[in-house]
């Protein structure tokens, strides 16, 4: 099982519509979670972190799920320009390596008029 | 503006040949990455500095190595030795564990 999964997509949805990413883990350790986003052939930006009690920035909501040990990522109100893809990612959970990163593969998400 | 500048931006090189891609912050951040993305693949870490005078492997640093001289600077080298080195490198600094800001990659074919 990899350490960290996501579906590859792509996840084709109509400007506005409402759509939600999924991200699971396979260490019940890990500590801290992040959700990336990667337009194409550029570089990770840091999209939002990911707290136990969830979070919500604008359009964008995160949560975790220790139990299930998955996080996820829901995008209201969709917008071309959030056409990207989205990479989970999820830290900590190995013994001396506190701050070690793990990536995921990422989700696309193309947005459509 | 502060930020990470990754040069070159697209690279080609022959085989047996080594090869040094640049990475300049000036974010101040004392931890900077070297990883490597390849498609279908998750991110993976090739070296780490958290401090100057200071780098630890990561996950897949055979035939790569690494200085950090100065807190600003954290050039990668490609070796020879590196099997398979076609790749997407990205460099990344932060100031907070989790958090990375990334330059905008160097693309490195080899021929």
């Known amino acids: 099982r990899k350490e960290v999964e996501q579906d590859p997509g792509p996840f084709n949805v109509p400007e506005g519509a409402t759509v939600a990413f999924n991200c699971t883990y396979s260490?019940?350790?890990?500590?801290?979670f992040f959700w990336y986003r990667q337009d194409c052939r550029k570089e990770p930006k840091l999209l939002m972190s990911?707290?136990?009690s969830g979070n919500e920035d604008g359009r964008f909501t995160a949560q975790l799920n220790r139990a299930s040990q998955y996080i996820s990522l829901l995008i209201r109100d969709s917008k071309l320009s959030d056409s990207a893809t989205y990479l989970c990612v999820v830290m900590g959970g190995y013994a001396g390596t506190a701050s070690k990163l793990t990536f995921g593969t990422g989700t696309r998400l193309q947005v459509t008029l | 503006d502060g930020g990470i500048t990754q040069s070159p931006k697209y690279l080609f090189r022959k085989e047996g040949q080594n090869v040094t891609l640049s990475c300049e912050q000036n974010?101040?951040?004392?931890?900077m990455y070297w990883y490597r993305q390849d498609p279908g693949q998750g991110l993976r870490l090739i070296y780490y500095?958290?401090?100057?005078?200071?780098?630890q492997k990561g996950d897949i640093a055979e035939g790569y190595s690494v200085s950090r001289e100065k807190k600003e600077s954290f050039p990668l080298t490609v070796t020879s030795a590196q099997k398979n080195p076609t790749a997407f490198y990205l460099c990344a600094s932060s100031i907070q564990a989790g958090e990375l800001f990334f330059g905008e990659g160097s693309r490195l074919t080899v021929l």
């Open positions: 974010l101040n951040h004392d931890a």
């Open positions: 990911v707290y136990s």
């Open positions: 500095s958290q401090i100057v005078n200071d780098f």
């Open positions: 260490n019940s350790a890990s500590q801290s």
